[in-house]
């Protein structure tokens, strides 16, 4: 979806309002309109109607979570195609994987740089058309046998 001035169009959604503006910032430098979210139902809410072409969500936000609202974003058909990127201060690999099994694209960890922020939009731009679909989270996740079983 393009914004009346032609440029694609980013969802953020971070409670913290510094954040939220670093973030229009990195996005704007890279030629997208920010639309700002100030907690996950906000940005369910707004995603209802709106059809960006990249979607920035902070994990830990009041009411739903980053996590929450990328597994709901990858249910449905008109956001399918969309990049989801997660932005946290939560490090570890099993928070990390997480985000990625949720449906994320990428996982971006705070502090992060706005050269960080423009390298993953130069990346989604790059990756693929925009009319292809992106990867979607598996639905389930099967764990082998390994024979370690006693």
């Avoid at 939220?20 to 100030?38: C, D, F, H, I, K």
């Avoid at 369910?44 to 009041?62: A, K």
């Avoid at 706005?114 to 292809?132: C, D, E, M, N, W």
Wanted: overall charge negative; charged content about 20%.
């Amino acid at each position: 979806m393009r914004a009346p001035s032609g440029q694609p169009i980013a969802l953020i959604a971070d409670d913290d309002e510094d954040i939220r503006g670093v973030l229009s910032l990195a996005v704007g430098t890279a030629g997208l309109q920010s639309v700002l979210a100030e907690d996950g139902r906000q940005a369910v809410q707004l995603l209802e109607d709106l059809h960006p072409d990249l979607i920035l969500l902070d994990v830990q936000m009041p009411g739903l979570s980053g996590i929450e609202v990328c597994w709901w974003i990858r249910r449905q058909r008109h956001l399918a195609h969309v990049t989801v990127v997660l932005v946290s201060a939560r490090t570890s690999p099993f928070e990390i994987d997480a985000g990625l099994l949720a449906g994320a694209n990428h996982y971006v960890t705070k502090p992060f740089t706005q050269a960080q922020i423009l390298g993953v939009i130069a990346k989604f731009r790059t990756s693929r058309p925009a009319t292809t679909p992106a990867l979607r989270a598996p639905t389930a996740v099967v764990i082998p046998d390994l024979g370690l079983a006693r």
